[in-house]
């Protein structure tokens, strides 16, 4: 059975960091492609980061040199480093899994088999 547990989130201020957990259960995470996507009330999943089975990173425009994500194999977890953290950050944030996805596919949601429960982030002063 696959799991995705995450932790982490919370209620932080702008410009303060955050980072994100999440533990893949029942498979072995350098296997796979393993991002997180954000969820704003009222808005539409977005991809956020991802890091393929290579070690290749990829990231949305809007949290490049902000967000980092990195992979510990020996913890089997994938891990988001959230720094100088603006309002606009707020939202659920996810973590997915997949073990055949393309690079064309990395940023759609639709195309991972494997999802955490989510764990929210709050931006505010």
């Known amino acids: 059975q696959v799991r995705l547990i995450e932790s982490g989130g919370g209620l932080v201020q702008p410009g303060e960091s955050l980072r994100l957990s999440c533990e893949l259960s029942?498979?072995?995470?350098?296997?796979?492609?393993m991002a997180w996507f954000r969820q704003a009330p009222g808005k539409k999943r977005e991809f956020v980061a991802a890091?393929?089975?290579?070690?290749?990173?990829h990231y949305t425009d809007s949290v490049k040199g902000r967000f980092t994500i990195t992979r510990n194999n020996a913890k089997n977890t994938v891990f988001l480093q959230m720094d100088r953290l603006v309002p606009e950050d707020t939202a659920a944030y996810y973590c997915?899994?997949?073990?055949?996805?393309?690079?064309?596919?990395?940023?759609?949601?639709?195309?991972?088999?494997?999802w955490g429960q989510g764990t929210q982030v709050t931006v505010s002063s």
């Open positions: 997915a899994a997949d073990g055949s996805i393309i690079l064309s596919s990395l940023r759609m949601d639709s195309q991972y088999d494997w």
């Open positions: 890091v393929r089975a290579t070690g290749t990173k």
């Open positions: 029942g498979r072995t995470v350098s296997r796979y492609t």
